[in-house]
Each structure stands twice: as structure tokens, then as C-alpha cells.
């Protein structure tokens, strides 16, 4: 089951040749990220002002099919497959029109913000 939202991408976010860059890429994915683990209860700003936890990346792969554009819609959709121990892998995918223009994995290690510890 993944979760998805929908943005229109931004001409900030676009390179010289009008190209979306990398990053704006991966803050579209991290916001739907972000926004999952709202919807579901428990969002970063409890995890760790209240819990003292927080994720560190540790490895991401990220794979444009196609470029994207601004002012383009796109739908962004992540999910959780299972994971063990403190890494935790997510994955992504960003639509438009149906269609597929980029895919990530990622791999979060769970950290105590205060000892530092996995």
C-alpha cells in the first residue's frame, strides 16, 4: 500500500535548460514522506521534539526516467516495504499523467538525537 500526493512542480525548482534538478526531485518525495507519517499519526516534529529520535539518510538511489518541467502536475507515491533493525528502507515513484518519470530508494537509519546512537 503506498501513499500519494499531488504538487505542481515550480519554475524555481528547474535548472537553466528548464530541466526540474535533482533536489527538487528529492523534496517532493521527502514531503510525501513527511506528509505519510502525518497522516498516520505520528509526524517528525513529535519523533523528535517529544521522542528525541530523528532519521539519518543512509544511502539513496535516485533514477529519472523522464524530465519534468514546471508547472507541470505530478503525483508522488511512497512506501514502506519491511525493514529490520534501525534502517528502513522507503521507496518512490513520481507520475504524471499516469506514467512513471522517476524512482528512488532510500535507506533510513533510526538515531537517539540525544546519545547519538542507532
Known amino acids: 500500500m503506498y501513499y500519494s500526493h499531488t504538487y505542481n ?3 524555481h525548482d528547474t535548472d537553466p535548460r528548464g530541466l526540474l534538478r535533482p533536489s527538487a526531485y528529492l523534496r ?3 514531503e510525501t514522506g513527511n506528509r505519510q507519517c502525518r497522516a498516520f499519526g505520528y509526524d517528525l516534529d513529535t519523533m523528535f521534539r517529544r521522542d528525541h529520535m530523528g532519521f539519518i539518510l543512509a ?3 535516485l533514477r529519472v526516467i523522464r524530465p ?3 508547472y507541470e502536475d505530478i503525483e508522488v507515491r511512497t512506501w514502506c516495504p519491511p525493514s529490520r533493525g ?3 528502507l522507503r521507496c518512490f ?3 504524471r499523467g499516469g506514467e512513471t518519470f522517476a524512482e528512488a530508494m532510500s ?3 533510526l538515531v537517539d538525537a540525544d546519545s547519538r546512537r542507532f
Do not use: G, I, N
Request: charged share 10%; no cysteine; net charge positive.
Open 68 to 70: 519534468l518541467h514546471a
Open 28 to 30: 517532493y518525495m521527502q
Open 86 to 88: 534501525v534502517t528502513f
Open 59 to 61: 544511502r539513496l538511489r
Open 9 to 11: 512542480t515550480l519554475w
Open 107 to 109: 535507506y533510513w537509519a
Open 93 to 95: 515513484s513520481v507520475l
